[in-house]
């Protein structure tokens, strides 16, 4: 009986331009249609044509400040949904050094809507396991008494995020990696943190995280990782995502 509703959704995923754009979004962040538009290689008008269906449908959220529209993810389940689509499609080859540097980037370190994704991700979420902060059951973590006291003099708040109309504490699917990352409005509080202590920054135009000297430093003593920002594939070939 959901199958029409099925197809209009991969219809909508289905389209280049469109697929672009909320890859784009995945940052977790707003944009402008002009933004997204030139992201995608469209004129204006197009994107907003691509945009109203994507509203329309209920992928997006939209807000206005001024003379701008601003569109983001409506939910943190859609970006679930593009990740976990990311793991089975097929990569492609990249054809320049900056493409090649920014697929790097994204495989090392970034946001998957809100939470931190990539190899970085991978080794945090598996740094908590085996610490016993967290444990996986299927799919979703959970936060031992270990971890609370651990997430608690990290600095977040757990009753405040437990509130949340939203997962607590989930698996999520990397698709570079093959592996899970901790998502949920834990893995969101986690990041924020990172970006907030200076471990982390955005990387403009682009959902790759930067990791800082801070960071490099902070991820040792807190959580005994010694990390750089390098980071190959499975095959020593350079994809694009």
């Given at each position: 009986m959901h199958s029409p509703h099925v197809a209009a959704a991969a219809s909508l995923l289905s389209e280049e331009s469109r697929s672009i754009m909320l890859t784009m979004m995945m940052d977790g962040r707003f944009h402008t249609s002009g933004e997204l538009a030139r992201a995608a290689g469209i004129t204006p008008q197009t994107a907003s044509f691509h945009l109203k269906k994507l509203e329309e449908a209920g992928f997006l959220a939209q807000t206005k400040q001024g003379r701008h529209r601003y569109y983001g993810l409506k939910d943190?389940?859609?970006?679930?949904?593009?990740?976990?689509?990311?793991?089975?499609?097929?990569?492609?080859?990249?054809?320049?050094?900056?493409?090649?540097a920014e697929?790097?980037?994204?495989?090392?370190?970034?946001?998957?809507?809100?939470?931190?994704?990539?190899?970085?991700g991978i080794?945090?979420?598996?740094?908590?396991?085996?610490?016993?902060?967290i444990k996986k059951d299927q799919d979703q973590y959970i936060l031992t008494p270990k971890g609370e006291t651990f997430f608690s003099s990290f600095g977040i708040d757990l009753e405040a995020i437990?509130?949340?109309?939203?997962?607590?504490?989930?698996?999520?699917?990397?698709?570079?990696?093959?592996?899970?990352?901790?998502?949920?409005?834990?893995?969101?509080?986690?990041?924020?943190?990172?970006?907030?202590?200076?471990?982390?920054?955005?990387?403009?135009?682009?959902?790759?995280l930067?990791?800082?000297?801070?960071?490099?430093n902070g991820f040792a003593e807190i959580f005994d990782l010694d990390i750089t920002n390098k980071h190959k594939t499975?095959?020593?070939?350079?994809?694009l995502r």
């Open positions: 943190p389940a859609i970006a679930q949904v593009i990740e976990s689509l990311l793991t089975i499609t097929l990569p492609v080859k990249v054809s320049s050094f900056s493409q090649a697929d790097q980037a994204i495989r090392y370190a970034r946001t998957c809507y809100d939470h931190l994704a990539g190899s970085l080794l945090v979420a598996e740094t908590l396991t085996s610490n016993r902060y437990r509130g949340k109309r939203r997962s607590f504490c989930h698996c999520c699917l990397d698709w570079s990696e093959r592996k899970h990352h901790l998502a949920g409005s834990l893995g969101n509080a986690l990041l924020e943190c990172f970006l907030e202590l200076g471990w982390l920054k955005r990387k403009s135009g682009s959902r790759a930067l990791l800082t000297e801070i960071g490099r499975h095959d020593n070939k350079v994809y």
